[in-house]
């Protein structure tokens, strides 16, 4: 089946290509974060939101989770952090009137762009099954057609509770106890898409599913390892992090098939060295591996670690494996069995810069490794990261100042919402309190992920959907196929912001339930609420708005799904829902009764900074797997194979969005302006497929199921990545991830890995 887009028809008439940059940030970092905040916000509300951002008593920035530098430091913000708030904080309305002359069948038409664009939604609003429009609804009576449409259903597990990463820990507590109490398990998230692949992999090794860093950690890591990330565009203020980590003497290895700018130079916006300097090289190794190859490459560094520490008798922590780690001898001689010519080879490295790297490691305990999307979404995601504890393990690399593991999340509280509870697959433990806690019997089956989900909307077992934030439709993979579900469910309910392609593409009948953001004022219940949220590095602190609403009928996520609670659930209901909704404390009180970890919650979370959460690894060297060790686990490497012809697809972000809300048409480090719809290609392997840069092509894809998948007309961009490669953006590039192609044990798409043939251009439309 042939997808078409809308924004296939936008072929971005004024796109521009020039040199990719080698440095990020800079003057053009700060000019761009005022020039994004001027436009959505004007020149006051620009710099007093701004002031506010990652202050001890402001609000979260709801951009990335890397975590905030200590209250005693000075305020930290980044280009995109602040775009992120100018984006919610605009002045741009989407009203009753909007939807009144913008039919459906016309929003169809627009870009996510242009969606994004129109500003913050400020009405609840319907539209009837058969119907074109969107209409003003009341609260009441959104919440009694929830209510109606899930009764009409009669079973719970027909319908299906999505939560995007922003949702604070409050919403998302209570959010999850309607879901339960509704009893089904369906409440799949964006870390499926996301870090899924991180919890299974360090769950099942470490004992938690959770980084074993904080930021301190980063001031005294002797060797930091930066794999398949791009933090000068998805986590800018980790940069300062590793500035300061280099300035002291650390040596930063980036392993990636792009030479992305922050990582190999960078200046400080924050520093006048920085704005009008030369900057500072970051990566003092830069690895261009295969797409997909990672895990290759971790073996043999592994491999050469067990050699010279068999020549050396220093590189392995022994008495570490000896007494807290299991599998050291079998991991020795699957490592010795591996044929390392060929896996040298699947990474497409030369042997010096490995033998360099693993010298590196061998010759360093205080060793940090970062991760994101470039390792997570792939096939081998899960071995691979294993892999990359193996070798933490092995060096005793983990549980000490400066070494441990540091999977870098996206969201802001997408961490802070798994603890929460947001979890397709909870375990008994945090059933059990949350049921002992409320009185009743949690569901016990496990529910859908993202992919199952869509899979049963796919067969039509879902009546009703909910997204808590975000935007499946353009989010999920196999863009026609999530749309297609979706649109066979008879209700589909986005909590959410800012128009998006999920309000276009949803179910038979939709609504729109408008929310307050993050910088907003919560006065839920005439008190001035606070939430909280949790970051990459487990830090729980609160975040508190400071700006008036965007308009006086949002209501806050928590007052929304304590709203729905009372409608949908029975009359002889038990939980005071209202009373939850008037006074955060007592949800935060619930919290410290189920989740360990909370204790003194309230107090705590009114501490400027917050509180850290346990982390048995990194707090006591603590593994609490079944044996109580912490595991080394042997993997075999499966090369991707890519047939003649054909190049592995790998799908990323610009500088100039957030997931699926794009901020602008540029992606400033990589050299594109003014439009999105490129595919960046090795000049030689355009040369080998009879291209050249500049020619449109429309990417096609092939997975098993035969199905054709096409992203038409796409202009190729020559670019010096990893051979055999080629990227293109997320979300554009979406249609083309195959539903079925999903990393090994986490369920994660596969979004960095699809094998696609270029044809010529089909003709615009
Ligand atoms: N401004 C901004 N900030 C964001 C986001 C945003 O969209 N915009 N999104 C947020 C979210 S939800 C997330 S999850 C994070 C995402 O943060 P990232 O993971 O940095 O995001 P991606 O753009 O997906 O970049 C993936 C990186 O992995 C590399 N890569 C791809 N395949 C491989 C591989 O096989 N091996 C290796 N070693 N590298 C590979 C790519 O070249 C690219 O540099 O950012 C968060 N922060
Ligand atoms: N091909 C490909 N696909 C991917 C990825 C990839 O790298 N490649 N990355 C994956 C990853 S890592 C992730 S995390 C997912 C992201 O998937 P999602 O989290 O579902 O998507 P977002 O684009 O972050 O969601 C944006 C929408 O959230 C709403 N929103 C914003 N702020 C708030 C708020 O405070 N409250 C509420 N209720 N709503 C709000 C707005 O309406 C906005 O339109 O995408 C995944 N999809
Ligand atoms: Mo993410």
Redesign the pocket.
């Known amino acids: 089946m042939t997808s078409r887009a809308p924004e296939a028809d936008d072929h971005d008439e004024g796109l521009r290509v020039t040199r990719p940059k080698d440095v990020a940030a800079g003057i053009p970092a700060v000019v761009a974060s005022l020039r994004h905040g001027l436009d959505q916000m004007g020149v006051a509300r620009t710099a007093t939101t701004l002031l506010k951002l990652n202050q001890p008593r402001g609000f979260d920035c709801p ?3 890397w975590p905030d530098p200590g209250p005693t430091s000075r305020f930290e913000f980044c280009e ?1 952090g602040a ?2 708030v100018a984006e919610e904080a605009t002045i741009r309305r989407v009203t009753p009137e909007f939807f009144a002359d913008h039919p459906i069948s016309d929003l169809a038409t627009k870009t996510d762009h242009w969606l994004g664009q129109q500003g913050r939604l400020t009405h609840p609003m319907h539209r009837a099954a058969g119907e074109d429009h969107y209409r003003p609804v009341s609260w009441d009576d959104a919440f009694k057609i929830v209510a109606d449409a899930l009764a009409d259903s009669g079973d719970p597990d027909r319908a299906v509770f999505y939560t995007s ?1 922003r949702t604070s820990n409050e919403a998302a507590f209570v959010y999850q106890l309607l879901v339960r109490r509704l009893g089904t398990n369906n409440l799949p998230d ?1 870390s499926n898409m ?2 899924e692949s991180s919890s299974v992999a360090l769950g099942s090794t470490i004992g938690i599913g959770k980084g074993s860093v904080t930021l301190e950690d980063f001031d005294a890591a002797e060797v930091i390892v930066v ?5 000068g ?4 203020r980790m940069l300062s992090a590793l500035e300061r980590s280099k300035e002291r003497g650390a040596k930063i290895v980036a ?4 030479a ?1 700018a922050g990582l190999i130079r960078f200046k400080n916006p924050q520093r006048v060295s920085g704005v009008v300097g030369r900057g500072t090289a970051l990566a003092d190794e830069h ?1 261009p ?6 895990l290759a490459l971790f073996q043999l560094l592994n491999r050469r670690l067990v050699e010279l520490d068999d020549e050396r008798g220093d590189v392995l922590d022994h008495e570490f494996l000896a007494d807290q780690v299991l599998g050291t001898d079998e991991l020795r001689a699957h490592l010795a069995g591996l044929d390392a010519e060929a896996l040298l080879v699947a990474t497409g490295l030369d042997a010096a810069s490995v033998e360099r790297v693993a010298r590196l490691l061998a010759d360093h305990r205080r060793i940090i490794i970062c ?8 096939r081998q995601a899960v071995a691979t990261i294993r892999e990359m504890v193996n070798t933490l393990l092995l060096k005793g690399s983990i549980g000490m100042a400066g070494a441990g593991v540091c999977p ?4 802001s509280n ?1 961490q802070g919402d798994r603890t929460m509870g947001i979890v397709e697959q909870p375990s008994d433990a945090f059933l059990d309190a949350l049921g002992a806690e409320f009185g009743f019997e949690p569901p016990r089956e496990h529910g859908h992920d993202v992919v199952r989900a869509i899979e049963a909307m796919g067969r039509g077992d879902v009546d009703v959907f909910v997204s808590m934030g975000g935007n499946l439709v353009a989010a999920a993979p196999d863009t026609d196929a999530t749309r297609r579900g979706l649109a066979n469910t008879k209700l589909t309910v986005q909590v959410s912001t800012k128009l998006n392609r999920s309000h276009v593409c949803a179910g038979a009948a939709a609504l729109i339930l408008p929310c307050l953001g993050r910088t907003e004022i919560d006065c839920t219940g005439g008190k001035d609420q606070k939430v909280t949220v949790e970051d990459s590095m487990s830090m729980v602190h609160a975040s508190r708005g400071s700006l008036e609403p965007a308009s006086p009928e949002l209501r806050s996520e928590v007052a929304i799904v304590c709203g729905l609670a009372e409608q949908v659930l029975p009359a002889d209901e038990t939980v005071d829902w209202a009373g939850l909704a008037a006074d955060y404390d007592r949800i935060r009180d619930h919290i410290e009764a189920v989740v360990p970890g909370f204790t003194d919650f309230n107090e705590r979370a009114s501490v400027d900074g917050g509180f850290v959460l346990p982390n048995p690894p990194r707090d006591r060297r603590q593994f609490e797997t079944p044996s109580g060790k912490a595991h080394l686990t042997c993997s075999t490497f499966v090369d991707e194979i890519v047939p003649a012809g054909r190049l592995l697809l ?4 610009s ?1 100039d ?3 699926t ?1 794009i901020y602008g048409l540029d992606d400033r480090y990589r050299g594109i302006h003014n439009g999105r719809r490129v595919v960046f290609a090795h000049p030689e392997d355009l040369r080998a497929l009879g291209l050249a840069d500049g020619e449109l092509v429309d990417i096609v894809s092939e997975w098993r199921d035969g199905v054709e998948r096409r992203a038409p007309r796409f202009r190729i961009v020559a670019y010096d ?1 990893a051979r055999g ?1 080629c ?1 293109a953006y ?1 979300p554009e590039a979406n249609v083309l991830v195959p539903l079925g192609s999903v990393a090994d044990e986490s369920n994660t798409p596969t ?3 699809v094998v696609v043939r270029f044809e010529s251009a089909s003709p615009s439309a």
């Open positions: 951009g990335c989770a995109n775009k992120a990463g964006c996301c870090h794999v398949g990330q791009n933090p565009t998805n986590h800018p392993v990636n098939p792009l992305e690895l591996v295969k797409v997909g190859a990672d991760w994101a999307m470039g390792i997570t979404q792939h870098v999340r996206g969201h997408v790998q799908t990323i972000r500088h969005q957030y997931n809300t990545l490669t990227a997320f979004s960095k890995a």
